[in-house]
């Protein structure tokens, strides 16, 4: 049961912050959302904090926990690069992000979301299947 503490308390973290985002803003949360808010928009604090809450989460769970996953290997900074706009791309294209699809969308029982996480999750499986 040791295994299933921290991702039991990952999900119910990722629970509360939705529902607390959605309660003090009347928005879903979904990264791609409020990075768009960030870059084109003229209120940029609420955006800016949640990104920099990101990074900084991120970056202490790496520094005061030993990570369970590898750290993949490096990659081409050109290969990087056109991926990032690939997924931009995608993204706006599918009108959100997984965030935002999967776990604000399903949770709210939106169809269009139902149908884009599960396009999401089916080309990832594929891609990992090709690529490994």
Do not use: D
């Amino acid at each position: 049961m040791e295994n299933l503490t921290y991702p039991i308390l990952g999900g119910l973290l990722i629970g509360l912050t939705t529902s607390f985002y959605l309660i003090t803003t009347g928005r879903v949360i979904g990264i791609s959302g409020i990075l768009a808010q960030l870059l084109f928009n003229k209120g940029r604090l609420l955006p800016l904090l949640f990104i920099l809450g990101l990074i900084l989460g991120g970056s202490a769970y790496g520094t005061f926990f030993q990570p369970s996953v590898p750290f993949p290997e490096i990659r081409s900074p050109w290969l990087l690069i056109i991926s990032g706009l690939l997924v931009g791309y995608g993204t706006r294209l599918g009108g959100g992000c997984t965030s935002g699809h999967g776990v604000c969308g399903i949770s709210r029982l939106s169809i269009r979301s139902i149908v884009a996480t599960l396009a999401f999750m089916a080309t990832a499986i594929i891609t990992v299947a090709v690529t490994q």
